[in-house]
C-alpha cells in the first residue's frame, strides 16, 4: 500500500527530484543522514505496517513493536543508524506457487530492515525517477499497468504490428551487483548509503532446512547476483537495471533504425516494430547477454499481427470486432489466463470445504476477489468477460449454498440470480460496464 507522504517528506522528495532533473550529471553525496530523519523514518514504518508484513527471522511482528512501543522502537532504530551501528538481518525465505505448478522464491526481511528500505526508496525513488525513460512503467508515480497497455494499444495502432513478447528467467535473481552498484553510483556517492544497499544485497538467507531446523545461505553474495524479491528496495533496483536496456536500445541506434519501441512493465516487456521483428529480436539477444541476463527463449517469441495475438500484463492484443458495427480494430480485452485465474480463485472461495463460513463471509471474500480483478481489467471491450465471470460466480454460489443447506435440486429458483445479489449482496460486475464508455466497443 503506497500512502501520502507528510508534507516535509514530500518537501525533501520535490527538492531531490528537481535537483535531479536540473543537473542531470549530478552525483548526491549526502543523503544517508536522511534516512534516520524522524518524519523520514516514521513515514517508511507506517507504509511497512499498512501492508500487514509478515515477521522476518525475528519473528517480530507489528504487535510486538506496538507493545514495546512504536516511538521507543523507531528513536532506537535511527540511533542505530546515527551511530552506524545498524546491521541487516538475514532474510526469511519462502515458497509461493506460480502458474504452471512453479515456485518462486519470497524474501522476507525483517520490519527493521523493511523499514529502513523504504526510508531509502523515499529518498533515492525521486532522484532516479528523474532519469527513468517514459518507457518504462513499473512502480513509478502517475504510470502504471494500464498506462503501459495503453502505450502498447497505442503503438500497435500506428503500425507497429511487428511485436516481440520478451520473457527474461529469473530477472531479480541474474541482476548482477557489480554492475547495478554502477548504475547506483552514478547518482549517489554517498558511501554510507552504497555500503547500506550492498549490506541488502549480500544478506544471508534463512529458511527450512525439510527437517525442522533451519538453514541459513548467502546464494547473493557467492554468485554476486540476486535482488531479493519482496524486499521494498528491489522494484526500484530493478527498474535501475532495466534502464541500461531501454537506454542501450536507443543509444545504438536500435530504435530509430528498426522503428522498434520497447514498452516495459518491471522485467515484463514487448518491443513493438515497425521494421524487421527478426533483426530487434537478435539485437535484443545480445543486449541481454551483455547485460548478463538470460532470455526465456520458451516464452519469447515473435507475433505478427493482425494474424495473431498475443499477451501483455494480463491482457489479450489483437484484432477486434465492434458488436454494433462488425467493424474490426485492434483492441485489448483480458486474456484467457487471466479469466482461468480469477474463475480458479471464485472456485476456492466456494470449495466444498468452506462450507463451515457463513454465507455473508463468503460473499465478502468473493466481492474482494471480484472487484479486484475489475478494478484491473476495466480496459477495451470487457462486457463479455465480465458476464462470463458473473454467470459463473452465480453458479458457484448458487451450489454453495445449496451444498451448505441440503438443497436437493439446482437452487435456481430458491437462490435466484436477484437474491444472490440484492440480498446476499454478491457484484454484479456486467453492470459495473455502464461507466466504462470503451466497454461497450
Known amino acids: 500500500m503506497i500512502l501520502e507522504p507528510p508534507e516535509s517528506v514530500q518537501k525533501l522528495q520535490a527538492a531531490l527530484q528537481a535537483k535531479a532533473k536540473g543537473s542531470p550529471g549530478y552525483r548526491f553525496y549526502l543523503l544517508y543522514d536522511k534516512l534516520y530523519r524522524k518524519d523520514v523514518l516514521e513515514y517508511a514504518y507506517r507504509c511497512c505496517k499498512a501492508n500487514h508484513g509478515a515477521p522476518g527471522v525475528d519473528q517480530r511482528d507489528f504487535a510486538d513493536i506496538e507493545a514495546y512501543g512504536e516511538e521507543r522502537w523507531l528513536g532506537e532504530l535511527a540511533d542505530r543508524l546515527r551511530r552506524k551501528t545498524y546491521r541487516a538481518e538475514a532474510v526469511r525465505r519462502v515458497w509461493i506457487p506460480k502458474s504452471g505448478g512453479k515456485m518462486r522464491p519470497l524474501g522476507i526481511p525483517c520490519i527493521a530492515d523493511r523499514t529502513v528500505m523504504t526510508a531509502a526508496v523515499a529518498v533515492l525513488a525521486p532522484i532516479f525517477d528523474a532519469d527513468m525513460p517514459a518507457e518504462q512503467h513499473g512502480y513509478r508515480a502517475n504510470f502504471s499497468a494500464h498506462t503501459a497497455v495503453r502505450s502498447v494499444h497505442s503503438l500497435i ?7 516481440i513478447e520478451g520473457d527474461l528467467a529469473g530477472y531479480f535473481d541474474s541482476i548482477p551487483h557489480a554492475e547495478l552498484l554502477k548504475s547506483v553510483a552514478r547518482r549517489v556517492s554517498d558511501r554510507h548509503l552504497l555500503h547500506l544497499i550492498k549490506m541488502w544485497l549480500d544478506a544471508p538467507v534463512e529458511e527450512d ?24 528496495l528491489s522494484p526500484l533496483l530493478g527498474n535501475l537495471y532495466m534502464r541500461r536496456f531501454v537506454l542501450g536500445w536507443k543509444q545504438r541506434g536500435v530504435e530509430q533504425r528498426l522503428r522498434a519501441k520497447i514498452v516495459s512493465y518491471a522485467d515484463d516487456f514487448v518491443i513493438c516494430c515497425k521494421g524487421s521483428a527478426a533483426e530487434a529480436l537478435a539485437e535484443m539477444r545480445w543486449m541481454m547477454e551483455r547485460l548478463k541476463l538470460t532470455i526465456n527463449e520458451e516464452k519469447t517469441r515473435v507475433c505478427q499481427l493482425p494474424h495473431e495475438r498475443f499477451d501483455f500484463l494480463g491482457y489479450d492484443f489483437g484484432r477486434c470486432y465492434s458488436w454494433k458495427t462488425g467493424r474490426a480494430y485492434f483492441g485489448t480485452k483480458p486474456s484467457k489466463r487471466s479469466l482461468s485465474r480469477i474463475i480458479e480463485a471464485i472456485h476456492e472461495c466456494t470449495d466444498r470445504s468452506t462450507l463451515w463460513q457463513e454465507a455473508d463471509d463468503v460473499v465478502l471474500q468473493l466481492n474482494r476477489k471480484l472487484v479486484g480483478w475489475a478494478n484491473y481489467f476495466t480496459l477495451g471491450p470487457v462486457s463479455h468477460a465480465y458476464s462470463t465471470i458473473d454467470d459463473y460466480a452465480q453458479r458457484r454460489l448458487r451450489r454453495w449454498l445449496c451444498a451448505k443447506h441440503k438443497v436437493r435440486n439446482t437452487g435456481k429458483f430458491r437462490y435466484s440470480n436477484e437474491y444472490l445479489h440484492d440480498r446476499l ?14 466497454a461497450t466497443t
Do not use: A, E, M
Not at 157 to 163: A, C, E, M, P, S
Not at 218 to 228: A, H, M, N
Open 209 to 232: 532446512d525439510g527437517n525442522g531446523g533451519k538453514r541459513r545461505t548467502t546464494p547473493t553474495k557467492d554468485s554476486g547476483r540476486g535482488v531479493p524479491q519482496g524486499s521494498p
Open 425 to 438: 449482496g454478491l457484484v454484479w460486475l456486467y453492470k459495473r460496464t455502464r461507466n466504462f464508455p470503451w
Open 157 to 163: 495502432n500506428t503500425g507497429h504490428t511487428q511485436i
